[in-house]
DNA sequence: ACATATATAGAACGGTTGATCTACTGTCAA
DNA sequence: TTGACAGTAGATCAACCGTTCTATATATGT
């Protein structure tokens, strides 16, 4: 029977991914195709065979990073514990952390959008979609601290996390992730 | 004499920049030489001529809308006499009323250093001029509030602009200068 | 009147882009 | 063995990129 395929992990489709998601974070979603099928070792027939172009390859990247962003931030606030306030200021730590680290080089999908002028392109309805979903996690945590006001409240947060994201990209060298984590500590006991 | 001549003010120098302001705002820096060169209706050579070419066409942008930006926001500080506080908020609600105007599309500071890879690019000289004057602009209105940590602070209130025009680019709906301005009051009075 | 500078129009260059195409190879099931 | 399929390699395409070029026109200053 072999009622599912064994989905070549490492096959052309998946190389394909991974040398877009690296390739696109650290030269901008205007990388030539050439380089990524370099990277991924791949024959450029693949590349329209199994994302129609190149749109829906930058598209499937963002998709798939989403994902595991989401995933990231969803393990920071469990590493924080029970209770919402010390699961929020882990996750502020965790993003102090990321943005820290070597290789940072800023948001990809506020890249994303400023670099794709097209509004009907694919990848703004992946990092609305982004958005969104991390919306949801901050406001579910403000909703158990019993904030009424909660979803304008993860207005706040998100915008200090896109904030942070902006400035370190731009000047490290003042710890926007620090300047941030203070003032999300106001909005959330606020 | 003449000793100063007239710098035609609507000469092909002044039509390009004037030109390559609103392309490079609503197409990003990508837009093609071809474009702007239409519709500031110049000759090519006029553009090599003036700018030696498409990079200092853009740096020479940036460097104008950036004194403009500047001069409109010491002018919205001014706006509100003579009180810091007073100074201070006065330029988050012209901040607020600028990135809900008809035809706002981000950052254009943002959105440059995001689609020039390459570090050296002149243009990020000027965006790093931009956010230095921007801050000490702040810092100074923070300063006068007797504040011993205004460069911090100052910090802070950036953090804020730059993430507002983040999230008005994509999520206007939330009205992102609204949230920064609340926090704005929280640092200033913090 | 003449020279100079500056503007124009537009052809052309070499390079790169994303996309399409042909031809060949390997795998696996019928 | 045969046929279908997915992969690779690479030529090729039209379009566009930023840049340089020639040639011509239009001012302005001496």
């Given at each position: 029977m072999e009622a599912v395929k064994t989905p070549t992990a490492n096959g052309p489709?998946?190389?394909?991914?991974e040398a877009a998601r690296e390739l696109t974070y650290t030269h901008g979603?205007?990388?030539?195709?050439?380089?990524?099928?370099?990277?991924?070792r791949v024959a450029r027939r693949s590349l329209y065979q199994h994302f129609g172009g190149k749109d829906g390859l930058i598209a499937q990247v963002l998709h798939m990073t989403a994902a595991a962003d989401l995933q990231r931030y969803q393990a920071a606030l469990d590493s924080g514990g029970d209770h919402p306030r010390q699961r929020l200021l882990a996750m502020f730590d965790a993003f102090e952390a990321k943005v820290s680290a070597a290789g940072f080089r800023g948001c990809r999908y506020a890249a994303a959008d400023l670099a794709l002028p097209d509004r009907n392109h694919p990848a703004h309805a992946e990092t609305r979609a982004y958005r969104k979903g991390l919306h949801r996690l901050l406001e579910h945590?403000?909703?158990?601290?019993?904030?009424?006001?909660?979803?304008?409240?993860?207005?706040?947060?998100?915008?200090?996390?896109?904030?942070a994201?902006?400035?370190?990209?731009?000047?490290?060298?003042?710890?926007?992730?620090?300047?941030?984590?203070?003032?999300?500590?106001q909005v959330i006991d606020g």
């Open positions: 489709r998946e190389r394909l991914l979603v205007a990388i030539g195709v050439d380089a990524i099928l370099a990277k991924a945590e403000l909703e158990r601290l019993g904030r009424t006001d909660a979803a304008f409240a993860a207005d706040k947060l998100l915008l200090l996390l896109e904030g994201l902006a400035a370190a990209a731009t000047r490290p060298e003042t710890y926007p992730a620090r300047a941030a984590r203070a003032m999300a500590v």
